[in-house]
């Protein structure tokens, strides 16, 4: 009877090890998963942060650009809200785009023009 019961502990023991190999192997392809996951995301973060920047200083330069031109408008003589109705923008958006710009910038743009056409500049308002 001995025999038996050892014999029988030791099939109880030889198939608890194989579970664990095979519970310890399966956890290993898991978390292989489970990091393979991750570090998938972590590129994706990267690329989208990437994205994000570059799509950022796009718009950064096209908004300058916008602003250069409405600049250029307002020192051939078109007041902001005209400017605005003419290029479908509202006075919030005109002023935002060209806020960034001290008042000289605008008065020598004028002057230049102004010289250009043989004419003198158009003092301007400061409120």
């Excluded at 023991?13 to 991750?38: G, M, N, P, V, Y």
């Excluded at 008042?103 to 102004?114: F, N, P, R, V």
Aim: aromatic share 2%; hydrophobic share 40%; with cysteine.
């Amino acid at each position: 009877m001995s025999q038996t019961a050892k014999t029988a502990q030791q099939a109880r023991q030889l198939a608890r090890e194989r579970r664990l190999e095979t519970l310890h192997s399966d956890r290993a392809a898991k978390d292989e998963r489970i990091e393979s996951a991750a570090a998938d995301v972590f590129l994706g973060l990267n690329r989208r942060n990437t994205a994000q920047v570059k799509a950022q200083a796009e718009i950064d330069a096209a908004e300058t650009s916008i602003g250069d031109a409405l600049r250029r408008m307002v020192a051939e003589g078109v007041a902001l809200d005209d400017a605005a109705k003419m290029c479908e923008l509202s006075g919030a958006q005109v002023r935002k785009l060209t806020r960034n710009y001290p008042l000289w910038c605008g008065l020598a743009i004028a002057t230049k023009c102004a010289r250009s056409r043989g004419g003198a500049a158009r003092p301007r308002r400061r409120d």
